[in-house]
């Protein structure tokens, strides 16, 4: 970044782009010199030494203790991102548990907790335990509340712009619950709350088996079957949180397809008569294969259609009826593919059953850094 005087501007804009490069510049990570880190971002080196100083104050970088090892001369300075100076929580709640991630700034996750729910229990009983699961959570990794800088959560349902589930019928007695203040009332910095296959989808691009796609549709086979899109390489939500929702639509194939597969309309009964299913299918049992292939045939008309409305480059397929083998992907692409007017790749999740809690944690850091790197003031 070039340092260039501001004339007749505000110079606190310019102390603000210092500060930005500055800390992009560490975050990129190792451990810089003044001089290296200054000629990486563009900065003189007084104004880099500058803006180091204050990164310290603030707790965001931290000079590194010279080598032990090296006796001769002065050694040149070093300073490191402080990852440790927060932590992003990202959670998943289901109807059946919830599943949280606790990780520092950089991303890495240094906290995981998981605790089974009831299916029917209400709404109220949920949150308490969410609350519970997260006290344990925060004290098993030993960071305090207040070193939570943002959090964000996943949920099935139609989740609106103010975080509220406007519509699930997956989690009873979600409907009209404002999860974002609910879960905001425990925590001191901003709360997220956003569909769990929207969230999916930003976890595989973030490391999961569409890492760099601009342009994938993520498909979460459960209970019910959900999509998540991201188009341009940012989530697509539609103006109330509803995109990707096909899945209400019964001649799609993408409802009830636990209760599908495992023959048995009983939340819970069906999902474990599902798992086994899934894994005899997997073992080669001809009756359990053919289960699984009809129901990608039923499916395979749903996950066409996002395919023709979004032409994505990837589809990745993931969900409690993948965490058994890839039986299921291998019949969506055959029984897709044929459906298709363009080559679209279609992937099974690399992330197991922590996709919703992964992208739980990158919304939770891109909020973060959304006001790490603000160039704008305050209003």
């Not at 804009?13 to 990570?29: D, P, S």
């Not at 956003?194 to 994938?216: F, I, M, S, T, Y």
């Not at 996002?306 to 692409?333: H, K």
Request: aromatic share 4%; proline share 5%; glycine share 12%.
């Amino acid at each position: 970044m070039a340092e260039v005087p501001l004339h007749g501007g505000d110079p606190s804009v310019l102390r603000r782009l210092n500060l930005a490069a500055t800390l992009r510049g560490l975050r990129g990570g190792g451990e810089p010199t003044v001089t290296e880190l200054a000629g990486q971002v563009g900065l003189s080196r007084p104004t880099t030494e500058g803006v180091l100083v204050e990164l310290v104050g603030r707790g965001l970088a931290e000079e590194v203790a010279p080598d032990a090892g090296r006796r001769l001369g002065r050694p040149a300075r070093r300073y490191r991102f402080r990852a440790e100076a927060g932590y992003a929580l990202g959670m998943e709640i289901d109807a059946r548990r919830v599943l949280l991630l606790l990780a520092d700034l950089d991303g890495r996750v240094v906290g995981v907790h998981r605790a089974d729910l009831e299916v029917d229990c209400p709404a109220r009983e949920r949150l308490t335990a969410v609350r519970a699961a997260v006290a344990t959570c925060l004290a098993e990794a030993d960071v305090s509340r207040s070193r939570l800088w943002a959090v964000a959560a996943g949920t099935p349902g139609v989740i609106d712009p103010s975080g509220r589930v406007a519509f699930c019928t997956v989690v009873p007695d979600w409907d009209g619950v404002h999860l974002a203040r609910e879960l905001g009332r425990s925590f001191p910095c901003p709360v997220l709350v956003e569909n769990d296959a929207n969230l999916a989808a930003v976890a595989e691009r973030w490391r999961g088996a569409a890492q760099g796609v601009d342009d994938l549709v993520y498909i979460l086979a459960g209970l019910h079957t959900g999509t998540g899109t991201v188009i341009g390489g940012r989530l697509h939500r539609g103006r109330w949180g509803a995109a990707g929702e096909v899945g209400v639509i019964p001649g799609l194939g993408l409802r009830d397809t636990t209760e599908e597969l495992a023959g048995e309309p009983q939340p819970g009964v069906a999902e474990r008569m599902a798992e086994k299913v899934l894994v005899a299918a997997q073992a080669g049992d001809p009756a359990a294969r053919a289960r699984v292939e009809r129901l990608a045939a039923r499916m395979a008309v749903g996950v066409a259609a996002m395919v023709l409305a979004i032409d994505p480059e990837t589809v990745v397929v993931g969900g409690a009826l993948t965490l058994a083998g890839d039986l299921l992907v291998t019949e969506l692409r055959r029984h897709v593919q044929p459906f298709c007017l363009s080559p679209t790749r279609i992937e099974a999740s690399t992330l197991g059953d922590e996709s919703v809690g992964l992208g739980a944690v990158r919304l939770a850091l891109d909020r973060i850094d959304d006001v790490l790197f603000r160039i704008e003031g305050p209003g």
